[in-house]
């Protein structure tokens, strides 16, 4: 016996596993113990097409129909887990948590589900246009165990022959027939009742957008003539859409927009009877109000549509979210009222407003601890949502932060990385355009187009290396295209870099280093930025949902032509001010998508970017550097740690190393997030992060390929890591917890990059774990 040798406490998972699984597998056969002699378990739900029947893919069909039957069937495992934890008349315990958590409770046979479903599938095969459908049904049972088949026939699929509308000269069958060119039923396509229904809603939404403020959805109507074509390979029908006349009038009328009553402080707990205030008159708005909240010039702007215009419910939806996007409302109710001069139809408004919260303190923690180091980072921030009168937002924070305890190697010396950081930042944001520029013609009717003015001061100590100055000015517009779509532009972004109080190593590491030299140069950054946003995320409408984000910015172009024309012989690189400015171009995008379950949802992330220096800079500068690891990006690796497959130090850890920035950068996330215990707002979550960055800018790849990208070499590169998490989640308010783990080291030698063979070395796990605290999901 090897005495020295110690035994791995996981040598036995692999064999205690099987056993588990093996329980599982096998214990279908222990459900039925459990059972009372008139219960049958609903086991499977079977769709069988006739062989003579005429189906249209089939397949899809299929599966929408068993989609469609109800109850669903249990899952082996959670029914197993139901029965075999915990007890129905106990709540406390592991084994009840369990059974409650994870269980799931037995689903029966029952005859009225069996006919509820006949009558489903048979409408639902009638509203694709089978008009002929028959469905009937067969059982099979077992001792406990019932399997339901349902057969279906049917004569074939109907198309649309022929679309009639109205031939009248009513004002609703001419609004018809100006927009018969947008129908969502044509001629040749396959019978829909949904695509009625969409239609019908179609034709009324334009109706009420032209001024026809009381036309609603039932007052259009189909007939369809199933027999239209009846051959054996062919059946077609037609369809008459019809309107129904106004109870009591002629026609329908087309009404225009009244007068505007606004009431800017109205509070709901109150009867509006008893809310007397004072009254002003600003152009056609009567406002009513105790205080003044919001200047009435602002009321005006957000307000669409003025007196007599033609009513549109379109507009008015935009006047609401107008209102929402100044954020100083909580609630916005509209109503009308008729009111008729002559031949003339009216709709006086009445726009109600109830002020929400309208100043806001927050504060925010992260922390990341790894192996001899610990870091901690506090912001505080302030927020006032109607600052000068007229809905203009001051944001102010300040954050401070400082790690301690990291070690690195350069230039043959082991360095301190204690590091000490005070960020300070102001941004006002003004609810229009503030330049008189045609960019606002264009902008969606359904937000508020803003301007944006930033200020930033960044300082960061690191005693052993350097102190740092980062100062920004920002200037820009953001708008909403659409409801997905949004806008954000910088016409000016400037910033200020300087680099003091350099350490002899620091110093003399940079000499060694004259591409990193030039990234820690007292630098001007001169430049514009574009950042477009897609979504088609609903808050009151969960379902799956993705968000891309696409960025490009430039800086340093138009000062470099100017210099070059101006000072065509001075040496390059040019100054202004006595300074460098740096001349790059950066891409990035994120997309992200989230597949949401009841309790559950799926989310994976894919971002990126490269930054290329060129004619007055042959690096990007530090701050527009890219890097990887911290608590929201390569969780199982220290932040900055990561670049190609290169590491300063013979070390399996890579954190001795110096930051590792670079100009490229590629990152894959995936995670499993779940409810753990909702009593508690628990929330679980598995994770893997799959990523690395690369240096492109100003190095030789002959010297120093382990830095750089090459598209031969990178998918070896990517580092990975996995995790589990756990998250306190009170609805806007998110406290995570992170566990990760490298699996995946690119800086080792290949072959012996992945991790698995030392998940059982208690010391390897101890010296490689990464815990972090954050408030917010990472993406």
Known sequence: MNKGKKTVPGKYFYYWAFIYLASILFSGCSVSKHLQPDEKLYHQTNIIFDENAKIVSESQLKYNLEELSQPKPNSKLWLWVYYNFGKPDKTKGIGNFIRKRFGQPPVFYEQPDVDRNVLALKKYLIDQGYFSARVRYDTSQTDHQVDVTYYIDADGRHRIRNLYYPEDSSNIATLIKDIDGQTYLKSGEYYSLTKLVSE?????????????????????????????????????????????????????????????????????????????????????????????????????????????????????????????????????????????????????????????????????LETTTRPGAFGVSIRGSYSHNNIFGGAERLDLSLATGFERGGKFAISDDTLSNNLREITARADLSIPRFLLPFGLGQNTSSFHVPRTRIGLLANYQDRPALFTLYNYRFTFGYDWDETRRKRHQVNLIAFNTLRIAGQSETFQRFLTENPLLQRSFSNLLILGSSYTYTLTNQEINRPRNYYFFLGQLEASGNSTYLLKRISSPKTEEPYRIFGREFSQFTKVDFDFRYNWLGKKSNLVTKISGGVGLAYSNSISLPIIKQYYAGGASSMRGFPIRSLLGSSSTSSSDVAQSSFDQTGDLKLEWNIEYRFDLWQDLYLKGAVFTDIGNVWKVNGIDYESDPKKVFAADRFLSELAVAGGFGVRVDIQYFVLRFDLGVPLKKPYLDKGNRWTFNKMGNSGWIRNNLIYNIALGYPF
């Open 200 to 364: 019908r809603s179609r034709i009324a939404i334009e109706a009420r957008n032209r001024g026809y403020f009381d036309f609603k959805d039932d007052r259009i109507f189909f007939f369809v003539d199933t027999n239209a074509v009846k051959k054996p390979d062919s059946l077609a029908s037609d369809i008459w859409l019809e309107v129904k006349r106004p109870e009591k009038e002629a026609d329908y009328k087309k009404y225009h927009i009244g007068r505007t009553y606004v009431y800017p402080n109205f509070d709901l707990a109150k009867s509006s009877a008893i809310q007397i205030q004072d009254s002003l008159i600003y152009k056609d708005l009567i406002i009513y109000q105790t205080n003044q909240i919001i200047r009435p010039k602002t009321l005006r702007s957000s307000i669409v549509q003025k007196l007599g215009d033609t009513f549109s419910e379109e507009r008015q939806i935009a006047t609401s979210n107008h209102l929402l996007d100044l954020g100083i409302y909580k609630f916005v109710n509209q109503k009308y009222k008729i009111r008729e001069i002559g031949d003339t139809s009216f709709l006086d408004r009445y726009i109600y407003l109830t002020p929400g919260k309208v100043q806001n303190v927050g504060a925010a």
